[in-house]
Structures are given as structure tokens and as C-alpha cells.
């Protein structure tokens, strides 16, 4: 076991939703959703307010009537979450779940992020909360890139747009990078990068400016790659991919060819491609 794996001891007092996040039970941002809606309790008494301070050393702390208890192991994954499987933790509509896919880990992961049901590619699941809100917040500029794949010839203008930010119900999203890979006249093919992750953002936007989607992947965050990957398979991430999203370094490096991926809730084996130059080790000086 790596020390990006092993459970780290809290110290101290800390907010209620960091500590829920660093127990697993989600994502910081869902945390705070789970107290707001009363569902969490600090020595017997529900508390609602986000500010709460919990000291995990003295303090118990229950989510729905279980105690929430720091993870001696961290998980890293990366799926390829296919089309028609949801990102939700729980869905009364019973519909196939992206944790349902990794199953066979030993630990309670949730995604971070998420992708619509029609979306497919590249889904990180971790049962580390500091690690997921340093992948998904905006402010870390993570960069997410997307292949997609649009109805008719995009224009200029409508690229413009993209480029420079377009207007959504909840404001003007950041500018995204786009490139044209092919086009014809029933189709473009494009990738799309950007630093955040709004519900549905990447289909409103083209929405909006006119470029029906018939196709979207993900296919890489910063610098993990969804590679070979096939649908509903997944692996481990390198411990190079763990430190780089961490350190919050722009890694360009793109991986070759991954080791052999997990199948649908069989482990994978780890990758190949070895991380990128400025992570290897400086070669040995021989003597004369």
C-alpha cells in the first residue's frame, strides 16, 4: 500500500463536510446537500448548518443512522462509464449505477463528477473527499476534455462562442477550448475542453449555440486518459496520475498504451505508459 492509498489520521476540528467527504460518504458538495437535508447527526442532535465544526477524534457522527469513520484505504479508479448507467448514489428508478461497475473494491466510492445518463467515456470514483473536491472544483481548473460528435457543419461563430463563453441559466460559462477534428456537412466531429463541470454544460452549450449533439465521450481528465479502455471496464490509477491531479501540476504528457484494464467488477492491472519524464527518477552516474 502507497501513502496515496493509506487512511491518513484527521487532527484537529474540521468542518462537518470535509469530514464526511474524508470518510467517503461523498463528495464535498454532496455532503453539504446530506446535512442541509437533515440527514446528519453529531453526538445524537441533526445538524443543518454547514459551518459545523466536528473534532472526529471526540465527536460521533452518524449519516442516516450509520457512523461515519474514516477509510483505512484510498481508492483511485478510473471507469469508462457506458451510455444508459447513472452516476447517482441511489436511484428508486433502479437503473444501472457507475458504482455498481466497481463493485468488487472494498470500499463505499462515488464518483466525482458526473456525466448525464446519455454520456459515456472517462468517470473517476474515489472514497477520498479532499482528492475529489481538488479534481472537480473550478477553482483547481482541472481540465476535462470531451469528443463529440454534432448535427450539420459547425461555423465560425458558433465556435466563436464556445471560445469566448456562452450564456446558461446560471451564467456565462468559462471559455472552453475547441477543436475541429473532421467535418462534413451532416457532421462534425470536435473536442471540447474545460475547467468545469455544470449539470449537463457541455450539451447546453452546444445547445444554445445551435450544434445538436448526437454523440459525447469524455475522454480525458487532466492527465488521466480514458485509453483503451472499454465500456464498463475500469482501473487503478497510477500513483504518477494521483500525485498530478493532487499537486494540481498541468501534466501534457499523454500516456501510450495502458496494461491490461479490469473487466465489468474484476480489478484492473495498472498501467504501463510509465508517468511523464519530469516524474522519473534522474538516471544513476556511473563511474569512470
Known amino acids: 500500500m502507497n501513502d496515496a ?12 463536510q470535509r469530514w464526511l467527504a474524508q470518510c467517503g460518504v461523498a463528495s464535498r458538495r454532496a455532503c453539504e446537500t ?21 473534532d472526529p477524534q471526540r465527536d460521533e457522527v452518524k449519516v442516516d443512522g450509520e457512523r461515519a469513520k474514516a477509510p483505512s484505504r484510498r481508492f483511485y479508479v478510473a471507469l469508462h462509464k457506458p451510455p444508459g448507467v447513472v452516476c447517482t448514489g ?14 468488487a473494491i472494498p470500499a463505499r466510492l462515488f464518483p466525482i463528477g458526473r456525466l448525464d445518463e446519455e454520456s459515456g467515456g472517462l468517470l473517476l470514483l474515489t472514497n477520498d473527499g479532499d482528492f475529489a473536491q481538488r479534481v472537480a472544483h473550478p477553482r483547481f481548473e482541472v481540465p476535462k476534455v470531451y469528443l463529440i460528435v454534432v448535427k450539420g457543419a459547425a461555423d465560425r461563430s458558433a465556435l466563436e462562442k464556445l471560445q469566448s463563453g456562452v450564456w446558461l441559466s446560471e451564467g456565462k460559462t468559462s471559455p472552453a477550448r475547441v477543436r475541429i477534428l473532421r467535418q462534413t456537412r451532416q457532421f462534425t ?6 475547467h468545469e463541470g455544470k449539470n449537463r454544460e457541455v450539451r447546453r452549450m452546444l445547445a444554445r449555440v445551435e450544434l445538436p449533439v448526437t454523440k459525447l465521450i469524455r475522454v480525458a481528465v487532466g492527465p488521466v486518459r480514458l485509453g483503451s479502455l472499454k465500456r464498463g471496464q475500469w482501473r487503478m490509477l497510477e500513483p504518477w496520475e494521483v500525485a498530478a491531479l493532487t499537486s494540481g501540476e498541468r501534466v501534457t504528457y499523454r500516456p501510450g498504451r495502458p496494461g491490461r484494464p479490469g473487466r465489468p467488477g474484476r480489478p484492473g492491472r495498472p498501467g504501463r505508459s510509465g508517468p511523464p519524464a519530469r516524474h522519473r527518477r534522474p538516471p544513476r552516474s556511473r563511474r569512470p
Not at 492509498?5 to 462537518?16: K, Y
Not at 441511489?90 to 463493485?103: I, K, Y
Not at 466531429?189 to 474545460?194: D, F, I, R, S, V
Open 34 to 54: 446530506l446535512i442541509q437535508e437533515g440527514r446528519v447527526a453529531v453526538n445524537g442532535q441533526v445538524v443543518t448548518q454547514l459551518g459545523t465544526r466536528v
Open 5 to 16: 492509498q493509506r487512511g491518513a489520521e484527521p487532527t484537529g476540528p474540521m468542518r462537518l
Open 189 to 194: 466531429t470536435l473536442t471540447l475542453t474545460l
Open 90 to 103: 441511489d436511484d428508486p428508478a433502479g437503473r444501472p449505477r457507475a458504482v455498481d461497475l466497481v463493485a
